[in-house]
């Protein structure tokens, strides 16, 4: 089990799926749908959403990432103490 940041308790495969939540782009697919189904587009409107989903998605990587790595010291210290048992 990993706490995230310190606050949730989750299991290896709640990780996982956290993980995937945060980084698939649903605001940047639903904007651009939304854009190719508009009758009258108004483009700079949907310029301005992309950018705000973007930027958005950007702060999540970093989030991502982190947490990403967080996992992957915990694997390498989990493989050293088995290694180190044998």
Known sequence: MIYI???FLLRD??????LSYLSYP???IETTLKYQAAE???ESSYVRRLQR???SMKNTEYI?????????QK?????????AAQ
């Open 5 to 7: 940041l310190g606050i």
């Open 13 to 18: 495969e709640e990780m996982s799926l956290f």
């Open 26 to 28: 649903t605001g940047i």
């Open 40 to 42: 009258k587009k108004k």
């Open 53 to 55: 989903h973007y930027w």
């Open 64 to 72: 991502v990432m982190k947490l990403d790595e967080l996992e992957k």
């Open 75 to 83: 694997e390498k210290a989990k493989q050293e103490a088995e290694g």
